[in-house]
T-cell receptor, first 115, second 111 residues
Framework: DAGVTQSPTHLIKTRGQQVTLRCSPISGHKSVSWYQQVLGQGPQFIFQYYEKEERGRGNFPDRFSARQFPNYSSELNVNALLLGDSALYLC??????????????FGPGTRLTVT | GENVEQHPSTLSVQEGDSAVIKCTYSDSASNYFPWYKQELGKGPQLIIDIRSNVGEKKDQRIAVTLNKTAKHFSLHITETQPEDSAVYFCAALGSWGKLQFGAGTQVVVTP
């Protein structure tokens, strides 16, 4: 079975631009979470989506938004990019929302560089 | 607020020795504690986890212990091998699927 897939693998953007990252969860999983991992640190929670609805949001500005599609894939959008947005963006897939499903499986990530 | 502290930040061990990584958490509501291994250029890989109703769990050379009263949990790797070299992260599950991660431990296993 395919694991979590993310695209693109790498991305270089200029300050002020907008970016869209994509994630496909493990087949049968209905929940997708997004994390930001700055070099040398642990991942930081951005969003969780379950059944196409936002179920949790971390401490990130409104420039960050996401959505989940009927096939449970998800997009993360970041507007007005700042240098500090440079990071590895990780998508995690789980069967259900917190409470009846715990295990989260991560994709390989998208490396975003903002210049 | 929610916080997970992880120690040590780096750990060098000889092949065959044991490695122990310790974490503490602050959110009393946390009831699930996974450990992830992250190799260079890859996403975190779930290697073992423990739920709050269990004190210890083993999977071959890896074990995790949990002391919910003290809010401590630890990862134990026995008979370390060079392929165990990686960054290891502990995490605690909060509300709505939010995993709160520690800062990571760089483990280096020297032959």
């Amino acid at each position: 079975d395919a694991g979590v897939t993310q695209s693109p693998t790498h991305l270089i953007k200029t300050r002020g631009q907008q970016v869209t990252l994509r994630c496909s969860p493990i087949s049968g999983h209905k929940s997708v979470s997004w994390y930001q991992q700055v070099l040398g640190q642990g991942p930081q929670f951005i969003f969780q989506y379950y059944e196409k609805e936002e179920r949790g949001r971390g401490n990130f500005p409104d420039r960050f938004s996401a959505r989940q599609f009927p096939n449970y894939s998800s997009e993360l959008n970041v507007n007005a990019l700042l240098l500090g947005d440079s990071a590895l963006y990780l998508c995690a897939s789980s069967f259900g929302r917190s409470g009846n499903s715990y295990e989260q499986y991560f994709g390989p990530g998208t490396r975003l560089t903002v210049t | 607020g929610e916080n997970v502290e992880q120690h040590p930040s780096t750990l060098s061990v000889q092949e065959g020795d044991s490695a122990v990584i310790k974490c503490t958490y602050s959110d009393s509501a946390s009831n699930y504690f996974p450990w992830y291994k992250q190799e260079l250029g890859k996403g975190p890989q779930l290697i073992i986890d423990i739920r709050s109703n269990v004190g210890e769990k083993k999977d071959q050379r890896i074990a995790v212990t949990l002391n919910k009263t003290a809010k401590h949990f630890s990862l134990h790797i026995t008979e370390t091998q060079p392929e165990d070299s990686a960054v290891y992260f502990c995490a605690a599950l909060g509300s709505w699927g939010k995993l709160q991660f520690g800062a990571g431990t760089q483990v280096v296993v020297t032959p």
